[in-house]
């Protein structure tokens, strides 16, 4: 394997307070820390925050795996078939296929940093759901069409 000592992606120092932020369902909020256009669409970083009773939707990728790994907070986790409790520090990797449900049952607010590879059209999937749920028309084959996001 040749070494390569240039990057296609750019530098990004990210404030939180600058990025996009998205809703996405009852008491989730996705925030873009790094973009695709910044990893040349290999993927896309996010911070994403679960009020307490706020949860992540049961859901699967079609075409793009997810991690997730716990920065605050505690919340409970439905991976696939299995019930998990996790807590600060744990990481969850979810490949294209499974199905997974995340909920903050606690009192104080979740935060899980998230990386989607590849990130081609994970903004624009953000952006759609968040439209859809201001708007409170839902649009669940279209996400399904456009994203490849099933939900459950």
């Not at 996010?46 to 907070?73: A, C, L, M, S, Y």
Request: with cysteine.
């Amino acid at each position: 394997m040749e070494k390569n000592q240039t990057s296609n992606k750019e530098l990004v120092i990210s404030k939180k307070d600058n990025s996009p932020k998205y809703w996405m369902s009852k008491g989730e909020y996705t925030n873009i820390i790094v973009s695709a256009k910044q990893t040349n669409n290999e993927y896309v970083i996010t911070d994403g925050i679960i009020e307490p009773n706020g949860f992540v939707p049961d859901h699967f990728h079609k075409w793009e795996d997810q991690t997730f790994h716990i920065v605050e907070g505690q919340v409970e986790a439905k991976i696939g078939e299995e019930w998990c409790q996790l807590n600060v520090g744990d990481t969850i990797h979810c490949p294209r296929g499974i199905s997974h449900f995340i909920r903050n049952n606690g009192t104080t607010t979740a935060r899980l940093i998230s990386y989607i590879f590849p990130g081609n059209w994970a903004e624009n999937y953000f952006a759609e759901t968040s439209k859809q749920n201001q708007t409170g028309l839902r649009d669940l084959k279209l996400i399904e069409d456009n994203f490849g996001v099933v939900y459950i």
